[in-house]
């Protein structure tokens, strides 16, 4: 996040900090911020142009982040 003084306050601006994980491809802000906004969650599942699914969200500075989504535990039934 950067933080800029202006006249009467301070303004601050968000940044793309969201790398694939798979292709080190920077994803651009404007690629994500209207998916992310629509998001009830906060996060989203985005797919790279390298075909993969990476999860994207923000950190609490405001700053957009990825992840690598991983596959999903299913419970086994022990006989």
């Known amino acids: 996040m950067k933080a800029i003084r202006i006249p009467n306050g301070i303004l ?3 940044e793309s ?3 694939c994980p798979h292709c080190e491809r920077h994803i651009p ?3 994500v911020d209207e998916k992310l906004q ?3 969650k906060g996060l989203i ?3 790279c142009k ?3 699914f990476i999860g994207i969200t923000s950190d609490f500075r405001g ?3 990825s992840f690598e989504l ?3 535990n299913k419970a086994t039934k022990i006989s």
Do not use: W
């Open 70 to 72: 991983g596959i999903k």
């Open 17 to 19: 900090k969201a790398f």
């Open 12 to 14: 601050h601006l968000s």
């Open 63 to 65: 700053d957009i982040v």
């Open 45 to 47: 599942r985005h797919k």
């Open 50 to 52: 390298c075909k993969r």
């Open 38 to 40: 629509r998001s009830d």
């Open 29 to 31: 802000i404007d690629e």
